[in-house]
């Protein structure tokens, strides 16, 4: 315990006071730990919030339900109840319908309504009424008895201003309808699921005003306490084919999954930011590790032993990462405040429906960013810690310039940095672990730290090569400045590591966000084809569950001199968890204006076989995430009918709700079973026209025609929107990104004003013999040049091979896809010269400090 | 360590310290060989480069020698280990630089509790011995003042009592006045030669200047690394 005393005074003496003498340069090295760790915090906080609005949600609708029954791609036949009900291991069956509807006027945000037997739904999910007048029993008697009667969760009650005998209209895929309002669910159980914008009503009702009669979506199931795996499979037996039994938890597993990546994808991200800190670290403890040797062969030579000395700085790094942390705090309130929008919002358009009402920290979070900011703040304080210990308590006296170990050559360095980068190419070759890229990130971090590595060695060599050269094109102050950058070691290079990283960064994001965008862009105007898009009434928010009326169809043909109509059908099916669309498409009227984006497999082959029904073809992401590739078997169950075809090819789709598998629809209908149009994509013929005005008027006569019973959506707004939303996804990565290039930044401020002040002495000798004030500054300012340009351009050279990782295997083992390559260019030879005067601006302060005290009274100081 | 008192407090037999420096090798000192024993003032003289602060840093535990057997308070400093000779350190020599060495960031009463401090004593036993003795060299009017704020008499007075506050047996003293002017260093040398008479410490003081001779019991002087005189 006196031991610990005695070292906390020690560290009080030594490095608190030193660092409270320098706070300028402990701010500067707080800031970027505490930006790093805001950021790296409010992202995992952000995407945290919406995995748990989502997962509370599917727990909630899941209810006490330990199995679920359902048919993919299509619905249960109720009449199981009662065969269900009637099996001895079988507790409770419910069954349940859900869609998404909303109030039929503008602008009205969709809400859940469920549709459940109250009778037999009470023992698997908790759900209590609030009513004014009647007692609860009364409320769902009525509920029974009433069709289109309703009871609204809070949140949606005091969104409509809705009570009790109150009546709302409600728009559906087929229909609107005026329902009653009986009563407000209790907060509560079920009403607690989807932000609380739920309403259940009777199945009957449900049935009617969606026209599912007679089905279901699936029968939730509770067995018994005694059930067995026999039981199990006795039920399994009972069931018709294509209907599957499983837990609850697969559907909310797959949606996790999609979350998930999302999340890790953003938090690597971050972490970056933390990363470029940790650079900021081991700069300052380095420099003052170096700085204060005198002082620490004093500490030496009065008793103090090595290892007194490693854990000052050790504790020094401990204690950068600590405060840190504890400035992030108000940082990552300002933070969270525009990311929590921005990231539900992005969850939800991009993968599923999340309702994020309060954000909840989650202690585990709390600590995991914590530990994560003081252990890299604690390693970048390692190296400085070890080579302090070694200080010889010798060096207390004048003589230790005799015998003083030689300036280590950074080759040993730079040789640990060329086994990194040669470790990257293997590393990416290896597959996803638990479907995370871990062996691709692990394979950035070696490229990052081998050109880190490499910049001492680098700055040896380039400062030798230029200093003969400099001295003839640029005069003595540019000679002096690349000489001591030859001999700064790693000191400079630390810094230049920091930069090497952020600017590696930035163009390796730059690039794959350009090659992710064109390949976008390029995939709408391929595939996402079509003058105007129709569905159902929220076809997308209920994954085109509702075939479009047969009355809509007819009133269409109206139209078909101008136009011609390529309808289609979507159900939205697992391949052992993993999420896919299954799309039956007229493919000869596709194809008449539209096309596939190639990735394997000649066209000229596939397609009149694909036309002909004779195979599938599948996206990128649905073969990676699956295994299967052209000549596999595609097998799935699809509502009633089980389908086996040959994959013929392999194609680009950017779909961000899992791959996509096309079908021709004629031929799945001759072959398997009816099926009804879900959507609809209309080209005009007349190609030369204002295909702009032409829509519009189409979408008007549509509307006159058959009344506001349709979502229509031009193509080019489409295709904008898709791009919009891509942009906006992104819009966190530049953030994050410019926060990491900020850190840097002070990096290489804080490096230059900490060299500077440690050579004062040398500074000002070289004005008393002789160098001017201009020329000394400008000696400064060369050394920062030297420095802002090497770490610029081995950070582009070092970002362009991580683009290529990026694209071929981060983006291939979190998502599925790759993308084609391509180089932005003009944003890089605009932005390359604004970092590069960025960072030489972040020299300024220290081109100040030179001569902040009369050269006189530096030199006669001891 | 108990001494004993029949021993030398210093005994050296070939002792040689050679630096290597890029391809050559300079000779810090060569085959000396000495003996000094308890409670001497012994004044090592010699011009720039003689090998005197090369003695005194062997002597110290600061370095080790390249050859030969140095023992220093019946401790042979060829077999210690660095944990050992870090306890020598603490314990057994008390060191004067002749630039100070104070740490700037800490005051005068704490810089002089530091190696009591680091030897593992509470914070008031070596609060209460440090002001005795800052007292007793006449700083007691300057106990929290910085090293920035003193006179560099001031600031060696501090280092002789920062040097003793661990009850060293030997102090060795390297160019103690090589800094301040020759009133302050009067007073540092009168402030050693004290230490010696009344308290009986050993004390080796390297030096060009001629302010203690009169006080020295040892003279010895160096030449080229090797002890030419011996008187």
Redesign the interface.
């Known amino acids: 315990m ?2 610990f005393i ?1 070292f906390l ?2 560290f009080i ?2 490095s608190l ?2 660092m409270r ?1 320098h706070i300028g340069r402990a701010l500067t090295v707080l800031l970027g730990i505490a930006l790093g760790a805001a950021v790296f915090t409010s992202v995992r906080l952000s995407v945290n919030a919406s995995l748990d609005s989502f997962t509370k949600s599917m727990d909630l609708i899941a209810g006490r339900a330990d199995h679920v029954l359902t048919r993919p791609g299509g619905y249960v036949a109720e009449d199981l109840i009662s065969e269900l009900l009637n099996h001895p291991a079988i507790e409770s069956a419910s069954p349940v319908l859900s869609t998404y509807t909303r109030i039929a006027q503008d602008g009205a945000e969709p809400f859940l309504l469920v549709g459940f037997d109250p009778i037999l739904d009470r023992p698997l999910r908790s759900w209590r009424i609030r009513a004014k007048s009647n007692p609860e029993a009364f409320v769902w008697l009525d509920l029974l008895k009433d069709p289109y009667t309703l009871i609204l969760g809070e949140s949606l009650a005091t969104e409509f201003n809705s009570a009790s005998g109150d009546v709302i209209l409600l728009e559906h895929a087929r229909q609107r309808s005026n329902f009653k309002v009986l009563g407000k669910l209790e907060r509560e159980g079920l009403a607690l699921a989807e932000g609380g914008r739920i309403a259940i009503t009777d199945i009957a009702t449900f049935q009617e005003f969606t026209g599912i009669f007679g089905k279901v979506d699936r029968i939730d199931l509770r067995l018994k306490p005694f059930a067995t795996a026999k039981d199990l499979d006795d039920i399994r037996n009972i069931l018709p084919e294509g209907i599957t039994l499983n837990p609850p938890s697969t559907a909310r597993e797959s949606g996790q999954g999609m979350i998930r990546a999302y999340q890790l994808n953003l938090s690597i991200l971050s972490f970056a930011s933390l990363f470029v800190g940790m650079f900021l670290v081991y700069s300052l403890v380095a420099l003052n590790a170096a700085s204060r040797r ?2 620490l062969a ?9 290892y ?1 000395l490693f854990f000052i700085f050790l504790a020094e790094g401990a204690l950068f990462g600590v405060a840190g942390w504890l400035m992030a705090i108000p940082i990552g309130n300002f933070l969270i405040k525009y990311l929590l929008h921005g990231v539900s919002q992005t969850i939800s358009t991009l993968f599923v429906r999340v309702q994020v009402e309060t954000l909840t920290l989650d202690g585990w979070e709390i600590l995991l960013s914590f530990s994560v900011t003081v252990f890299i703040s604690v390693l970048a304080a390692y190296q400085p810690a070890r080579e302090a210990m070694q200080v ?3 060096e ?4 230790s310039q ?2 003083m170990r ?1 300036r280590k050559s950074p080759r040993q360095l730079a040789m640990g940095g060329l086994i990194c980068i040669v470790l990257v190419w293997p590393l990416s070759r290896l597959p996803a672990v638990l479907q995370m890229p871990l062996p691709g990130y692990l394979a950035i971090l070696l490229l990052f730290v081998g050109f880190a590595l490499l910049a001492p060695w680098a700055l040896e060599q380039i400062g030798a090569f230029l200093s003969i050269k400099l001295r003839k094109l640029a005069g003595m102050p540019a000679y002096l400045a690349s000489r001591h950058v030859r001999d700064s070691g790693t000191r400079t290079a630390v810094s230049v590591g920091a930069l090497i990283t952020a600017v590696a960064l930035f163009t390796s994001l730059v690039i794959m966000i350009y090659s992710f965008r064109q390949t976008v862009e390029f995939w709408t105007h391929e595939t996402i084809r079509g003058d105007l898009f129709l569905t159902t009434k929220m076809g997308d928010m209920n994954q085109f569950r509702y075939p479009i009326a047969q009355e809509v169809i007819e009133n269409l043909q109206a139209f078909k001199d101008k136009v011609d109509i390529v309808p289609n059908r979507r159900f939205f099916l697992t391949y052992t968890n993993f999420p896919y669309e299954f799309e039956l498409l007229d493919i000869k009227g596709f194809l008449k204006y539209a096309s596939f984006f190639w990735l394997r497999g000649d066209p000229e082959i596939i397609l009149p076989k694909l036309i002909r029904g004779e195979g599938v073809i599948v996206s990128e992401v649905f073969s990676n995430r699956t295994g299967l590739s052209a000549g596999d078997a595609f097998r799935a169950q699809v509502g009633e009918s089980s389908i086996e075809l040959p994959i013929l090819g392999i194609v680009r789709d950017y779909r961000t709700r899992g791959g996509v598998v096309f079908y021709s629809l004629s031929h799945f209908k001759a072959r398997y079973h009816e099926t009804h149009w879900g959507g609809m994509r209309i080209f005009f013929k007349d190609r030369t026209q204002d295909l702009e005005a032409a829509v519009s008027n189409l979408r008007a006569d549509i509307i006159e025609q058959m009344g506001d019973k349709v979502d229509m959506l031009s193509g080019q707004r489409l295709r904008g929107a898709v791009l919009r939303i891509f942009d906006e996804t992104f819009a966190i990565t530049t953030v994050l990104l410019l926060i990491a290039l900020v850190i840097a930044a002070l990096g290489i401020a804080t490096t230059l004003t900490v060299l500077v002040l440690e050579r004062s002495r040398q500074l000002n000798t070289l004005f008393a013999i002789g160098a001017s004030f201009r020329q000394i500054r400008s000696m400064i300012f060369w050394e920062a040049a030297f420095l802002v340009v090497i770490g610029e351009l081995a950070g582009v050279v070092c970002g362009f091979f991580l683009s290529y990782l990026l694209v071929f295997v981060v983006n291939r083992q979190s998502f599925g896809w790759t993308f084609l390559y391509g180089v932005d260019w003009g944003s890089l030879s605009i932005s390359i010269p604004l970092i590069i005067i960025t960072a030489l601006a972040a020299a300024l302060p220290a081109v100040k400090m030179v001569f902040r005290k009369p050269p006189a009274t530096l030199l006669r100081e ?1 | 360590m108990e001494l004993n008192k029949s021993q030398p407090m210093i005994a050296a037999k070939g002792l040689t310290r050679i630096y290597k420096l890029g391809g050559s090798e300079v000779i810090g000192i060569n085959q000396v060989d000495l003996e000094i024993a308890a409670g001497e003032l012994v004044i090592l003289k010699g011009n720039s480069g003689s090998g005197k602060s090369t003695l005194l840093s062997l002597l110290a535990g600061l370095d080790r020698p390249t050859r030969g057997d140095l023992t220093v308070a019946n401790h042979d400093l060829n077999q210690t280990s660095n944990s050992e000779l870090t306890h020598f350190r603490r314990q057994v020599v008390g060191m004067i630089f002749q630039s100070f060495n104070l740490l700037p960031t800490l005051n005068v009463l704490e810089n002089v509790c530091l190696p009591a401090l680091l030897a593992g004593r509470s914070i008031a036993e070596s609060r209460l011995k440090a002001t005795d003795l800052l007292k007793w060299i006449g700083l007691d009017t300057r106990l929290n003042h910085l090293p920035a704020q003193l006179s560099g008499g001031e600031m060696q007075r501090t280092a002789i009592a920062r040097a003793l506050i661990n009850d060293p047996s030997i102090i060795l003293a390297d160019e103690p006045t090589g800094n301040l002017d020759s009133h302050n260093g009067q007073i540092v040398i009168d402030l050693l030669a004290e230490l010696n008479r009344k308290w009986g410490r050993t004390i080796m003081i390297a030096t060009h200047s001629s302010l203690a001779d009169s006080q020295a019991t040892v003279k010895l002087f160096l030449k080229d690394g090797m002890i030419t005189n011996h008187l």
């Open positions: 006196r031991n005695f005074r020690l003496w030594f006071r030193d003498k005198p002082e004093i500490l030496r030579s009065t008793g103090a032993s090595g007194h010889s308590p010798k207390a006296l004048e003589i005799l015998g030689p001891r």
